[in-house]
């Protein structure tokens, strides 16, 4: 966008470039509910973040949380592949993609908290401690320009002394800020039929399910305890909400298409 913005400063250019990365976001999705759950299932819950006022809402303005969602999506379908190849590459790629979702946002450092979360809880999931010590190098190394480029040009620690006041600044919004705002965005019934689809289908739980409700859980308890709200932080769920969802869906009308 700067690059854009060197050429000609258009605000119409911005939104653009911030609409075509929340559209990127919706082809991960079904991307992601292909590899997992099936096309049908896929398709629905591109249908959901395509209609999801959040996502819109969200995705049309010139914000980082576009982009970081975006590539946090990304890792999750990387992380998706891994489960089903066991393919280390895929891990791989995943660290290196989670760095760009660190440099598309900072605060997106949480989702390695997800990633091991999963990975703690899957003990399907293969994986040795030296991949994903080789994962997190990736990652790094792809992080690694951002601090040396402020480094080299003489940058102070500015930075820091912001980290310490967002850590211990007042809070900005009520304890139960996101439950009022979010859910109605997201969609209530896109939530509802989640929930349901891991009560009802608990038994045909796997690693799938148990990657969703991580990338779901470990930023909703993060952002919950942080005093500092935006409506927006919460955006990375609404994709494997939308998944969760879809997949019930997806079994429903495979029901209705035999009878």
Known sequence: LSVIYKIQFSDLAGRLLAVAVGLGAILLTYFIG???????PGALAAA???????????????????????????????LARFGESQ?????YAAGAVMGLTFLSKETSIIMMGAIYTFLALAPEIKVRIRDLIVATVLMVLVILP????ISLAGGTSSGGNYLVWQLFRRPNHEALFYFQPVPPAIGTTVIVVA????????????WREKLLTAWIIVPVIFFQLWP?????????????LALLAGRVLGKMAAQAYRY
């Open 34 to 40: 292909k590899s997992l759950y099936g096309r049908v």
């Open 228 to 240: 500092v709200k935006g409506f927006q932080y919460l955006l990375p769920i609404a994709p494997p």
């Open 146 to 149: 951002f601090p040396m480029a």
């Open 48 to 78: 959901i973040i395509a209609l999801m006022p959040y996502h819109v809402i969200v995705s049309r303005q010139v914000l980082l949380d576009g982009p970081m969602m975006f590539f946090a999506t990304l890792t999750l379908y990387m």
């Open 195 to 206: 929930l349901l689809g891991l009560a009802l289908l608990w038994g045909d739980r796997s």
């Open 87 to 91: 393919r280390v590459e895929w891990l």
